[in-house]
């Protein structure tokens, strides 16, 4: 298969922060809290575009970040949510995380999306957490941080265009003309040994992916040659391009040499065998090429196969050729999805509830999502904001699991950076 790969960082907005905030109105002494809520990070988003063909564009640009949230503002205004980050990528990009390899999407069709980190929820602003009693909280919440990730791009090349014929009829020639590929090209069978790939550029941006594939030979059907290897690979095309030698210069006829290599392409699959075809008639620059390809031109008016006759050498004769390629293109379906199993792991809402206790020297830590999420509101020097704390520590059942882990009265607790006494 042929695969380009690129290695990105994405990371999704963080949250703005909750304001704090207290009305000042004339006449009114003691305002309420009005700190309004921190605005949505941005998420990154990938995007299919049909009109990419490689990921060579991730070659220069390696990191990538989505909007953060703004802060939240007094009187009770929100801040603005991060804009989303939208990546293009051509069809056929699977992503893959790079630490644990799984695949989390598989892009093929034009205008797929797929979001893959998150932006952080912003912070609730102090109006927030004022009831009855609690009139003028000192705090608010910070914005959530933006899930970040390294990513392994990988595209599995599928090549529209697959060039076909017996050996030495000038299939890699035509590849390097049409494209930057520079397959190797020598005056001897076999010259290929697998498959060479490139792009060609059509104008306004349009282009089509172009697979010189090793000679084709009787018997390849069955592996002989280079036999199936490649045959596999040509299924994927959507089209193939029937190289024949016109000049007969190794003493075959190119009629025969027609029918030939499409009976090896039946015989490995009746798939292979009906994919739409037109003809190359190379080497036209060779001395009873002429000739021949009249003859060829003749026995297949009747099927519909086009024949264009083409040097290699002379680069002549392509222009046509590659015109009715692009027709027919444009006519036949898209390439066909890659199965592979997706794993649908960033799509799943951040875990803010569970946490983890552990014992370290004579200390209760307690870490993990839910104690992260609690932090993000708490001011340690507010004595409010520490009672609002210790509820939601309560309410998140975390006193409760302490106790069963035989916290007593005066043991110290620490959760992050900040160590306690725990009282009952
Ligand atoms: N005169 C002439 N020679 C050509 C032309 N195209 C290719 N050749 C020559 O034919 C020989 C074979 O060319 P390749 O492009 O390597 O042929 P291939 O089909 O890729 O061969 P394999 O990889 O062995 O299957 C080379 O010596 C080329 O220079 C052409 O249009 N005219
Ligand atoms: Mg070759």
């Known amino acids: 298969m042929f695969v380009d790969i690129a290695k990105i960082y994405i990371k999704a907005g963080d949250g703005g922060n909750g304001a704090i905030s207290f009305r000042r109105e004339k006449y009114v002494p003691k305002g309420g809290p009005d700190g309004g809520n921190g605005g949505n990070g941005g998420n990154v988003i990938f995007v299919v575009n049909s009109s990419l063909r490689t990921l060579m564009d991730f070659r220069y640009k390696r990191h990538f970040k989505a909007e953060a949230g703004q802060n939240g503002q007094g009187k009770d205004m929100t801040g603005r949510n991060g804009h989303d980050l939208i990546i293009e990528v051509p069809p056929g990009t699977t992503i893959r995380d790079e630490k644990t390899g799984d695949i989390l999407a598989d892009l093929m069709n034009d205008g797929e999306k797929k979001i893959l980190v998150y932006g952080g929820k912003g912070g609730r602003g102090n109006a927030h957490f004022a009831t009855s009693i609690r009139q003028t909280p ?25 060039l076909i014929g017996f050996p030495n009829v000038g299939k890699s020639t035509i590849l390097s003309i049409l494209t930057a590929a520079r397959p190797k090209i020598a005056n001897y069978h076999f010259t290929t040994l697998s498959p060479n790939l490139g792009v060609v550029e059509i104008g306004e941006g349009k282009s089509f992916v172009l697979a010189d594939i090793p000679g084709l030979i009787e018997g390849a059907h ?22 024949i030698d016109a000049s007969g210069i190794e003493g ?64 002549k004769g392509f222009r046509e050729l590659l015109h009715e390629v692009v027709i027919m293109l444009d006519k036949l379906p898209p390439p066909k999805k890659f199965e592979v199993e997706e794993v649908d792991v960033y799509y799943r809402k951040q875990d803010n509830t569970s946490f983890e206790i552990t014992f370290d020297k004579e200390v209760y830590v307690v870490s993990g999502p839910a104690i992260d999420n609690i932090l993000r509101s708490v001011n340690f020097d507010d004595y409010e904001s520490l009672q609002y704390f210790q509820r939601m520590l309560r309410r998140r059942g975390i006193i409760d699991a302490l106790r069963e882990k035989g916290i007593k009265d005066g043991d110290t607790v620490r959760i992050d950076e900040f160590e306690f006494e725990f009282l009952s």
């Open 138 to 162: 000192r705090f608010a919440q910070n914005g959530e941080k933006g899930q970040e990730l390294w990513v392994i791009l990988e595209l599995k090349m599928i090549a529209d265009v697959g």
């Open 222 to 243: 069955e592996g002989v040659g280079l036999g199936h290897d490649f045959l596999r690979h040509v299924e994927r095309t959507r089209m193939l391009v029937h190289v």
């Open 252 to 315: 075959r006829n190119p009629i025969e040499d027609y029918y030939k290599i499409n009976q090896e392409l039946e015989k490995y699959s009746s798939n292979l065998g009906n994919k739409p075809q037109i003809v190359a008639a190379n080497k036209c620059d060779l001395p009873g090429a002429n000739e021949n390809i009249k003859c060829l031109i003749e026995e297949l008016s009747p099927s519909d196969i086009k024949v264009f006759p083409v040097s290699a050498a002379q680069n």
